[in-house]
């Protein structure tokens, strides 16, 4: 089992930056992806940002030029820098990683999500 446990989230004016943290804890084997989600009230989580093991990296439109995805693979932490903050960004946002078990059979961790507010 692995357990992620993020942190970094709070209340920030437009135009300020938060930097969210995010690490994997348990029997890690190895997290393929790792990233980022949101989920709006009554709606359905959606991608922020991901970024494999080797570094490929996936970024939602809405995100592009201000938001960046980093990992230590090490330390199995992915961190989001999120600068140029809009008040549309405030959301909770997930922790998510993914292995593949055997015959790539996909497994999926969540964190408990952390609120980031952005006021106008």
């Known amino acids: 089992q692995v357990q992620l446990v993020e942190s970094g989230g709070g209340l920030v004016q437009a135009g300020g930056s938060l930097r969210l943290s995010c690490a994997a804890s348990?029997?890690?084997?190895?997290?393929?992806?790792m990233g980022w989600y949101r989920q709006p009230p009554g709606r359905q989580r959606q991608l922020v940002a991901t970024?494999?093991?080797?570094?490929?990296?996936n970024y939602a439109d809405s995100v592009k030029g201000r938001f960046t995805i980093s990992r230590d693979n090490d330390k199995n932490t992915v961190y989001l820098q999120m600068n140029s903050l809009k008040p549309e960004d405030t959301d909770v946002y997930y922790c998510?990683?993914?292995?593949?078990?055997?015959?790539?059979?996909?497994?999926?961790?969540w964190g408990q999500g952390t609120q980031v507010t952005v006021s106008s």
């Open positions: 998510h990683a993914r292995t593949y078990l055997l015959e790539n059979t996909p497994l999926d961790y």
């Open positions: 348990g029997s890690i084997f190895s997290l393929n992806v």
């Open positions: 970024m494999t093991i080797s570094g490929n990296t």
